[in-house]
Structures are given as structure tokens and as C-alpha cells.
């Protein structure tokens, strides 16, 4: 038999849960439902806060518009170029650190995880005269580069961890198989590191599809610009806000971020979770 105090904890705890789940998911509630409310309705007070679908007219808008369709399209180019080329960067140093024990090989790792640690606000100044005397203001190369930097340091961490999880006698039976050190990376490691990839990847992708800061300060050109500095500079003006369509275009740039966790969700907690257990 359960007790009665036994019953109450636990109806208790599922209160709190319950409770707590809702504080988190009425922002996404109150996105969705706003993005299909007009101005005015969304300006009442009290607030409405339940769905009328009113109105598709914001979804129109936005997608029938080349302007937002531009800063969809530069999100995607400048994200996917950055999960590329962070890939590979982490795979080459993880593996490195990895397997070889070279003079300066702590100092190194200290050094990789201490880039992580300044905000971007320090180095942004700096980044952008770097950036202007290599002409790379207002590329997709100047923004990937940039936000390669600011996630490689984690990735390449996770990837020495995943690495050191493939055990070596795979890399020595590879050796006297006749493999070379690249082959061995190729065939042999590279696909045991694929939850660690995924993670990597899905990291990289957030970081730059979210970023602000740096987009905004590299990508000058209306035509350049990325989502997130898009939506701030298109729908937050000096003397009245376009809320209706800020929560569509945010309903929209929300998507795909969605719908990497909904395909690799499974992958990407093994990913995060694996990397920390030593065998």
C-alpha cells in the first residue's frame, strides 16, 4: 500500500513539473498564436491569449517577400558553411590531440578552451579591423570564419573525447594492415565518431543560425544580412513595432532548428553524453 504522504509527494512533484513545463513552452505558445493575430488584436489589454487564426496574411507576407526571403537564404549559406568547415577543423585537431603526445600538447588544449572564454564583445573590435584589412566584410567567408572561431574551441574538445574513446589497438591493427595515419582516420575512426559529429554539427548550426552580434557587425549590407539582425532592424523601429510579423518570421527561422532536434534528437543526447564516459 502506498501512503498517503507518498501520494501527495509525488502529486506534488507533478504539479511542479506540470507548472514548470508551462513557463516553458507559453513563449513558443504565445509565438505561434501571434503570428496569426493582426497588430491591433495583439495591442489589446487584456491579452488574447487564445488562438483565433484569424489571419494567414503574416506567412504571405513573409514568404513573398524577397527581403526576408534574402536573410533566410544568408542564414542558411552562412550556417551551413560553418558546420563544414567546423566538422572538419574539429575532426583533424580532436584526432591530433588525440593520438599524438607532442611537446606542448597541454599547453595547447589550455590555450583552445581558453578562446572560449572571452565573450565576443571583447574581441569584436579587433575582429572587425582584422576582418576590414582582409577584405572580408560583407562575405559569407568573413561571417563562417568568424563563427568558426567562436565554436571550435568546444567542438574540437568534444571530438578529442570522442576520440579517446576509440581504442588505439584499432589504430595499431589498422598500422600493420598497411593503413597510413589518414586512411585510419578516414575508415576506421571517422565512423565511430558519427554521435559526436552530429552533436558537433548541430552545435555549430545553432551558434551561427542564432548569432546576432557578429552578423551584425561583419554583414553591413542589407542585402548580407542574416535573420536574426534582419528581424531586429526590420520589425523594432523608433516609434512603433511590427509584432505580428516579428512572431511570424520568428515561427519561420524556429523551423529548422525543430526540425534537426525532432530527426536527431536520439544522436545528439548519445552525442553530448558519449564523449564524457571513459572506458
Known sequence: MISKKSVCKRIFLYLTILLLLCLFIFPIYWMIIASLKDNSVLMRNPPQLYPTFSTFDNYMTM???????????????????TVIVDLILSVLGGYSLSRFNFPGRKTIMIAILSAQIFPVVVIIISLYGFFSKMKLM??????????????????????KSFCDNVPM?????????????????????FPLLKPGLLAIGIYSFLMSWDDYLI?????????????PVGIAETFLGEFGFDYAGM???SVIASLPVLLLFMIFQKYMVSGLTGGAIKE
Do not use: F, Q
Not at 567567408?141 to 568534444?158: K, N, Q
Not at 589497438?169 to 575512426?189: F, H, M, N, P, Q
Not at 551584425?216 to 542585402?223: D, Q, R, Y
Open 169 to 189: 589497438s584499432l589504430d595499431e591493427a589498422a598500422k600493420i594492415d598497411g593503413c597510413s595515419r589518414w586512411k585510419t582516420l578516414t575508415y576506421i575512426v
Open 63 to 81: 514568404l513573398g517577400n524577397a527581403k526576408y526571403l534574402g536573410y533566410i537564404r544568408n542564414s542558411i549559406i552562412v550556417a551551413s558553411g
Open 138 to 159: 560583407n562575405t559569407y567567408t568573413g561571417l563562417v570564419l568568424a563563427d568558426v572561431a567562436m565554436s571550435l574551441p568546444l567542438s574540437v574538445w568534444m571530438l
Open 247 to 249: 512572431m511570424t518570421i
Open 215 to 227: 552578423a551584425l557587425v561583419i554583414m553591413n549590407k542589407s542585402g548580407m544580412k542574416t535573420l
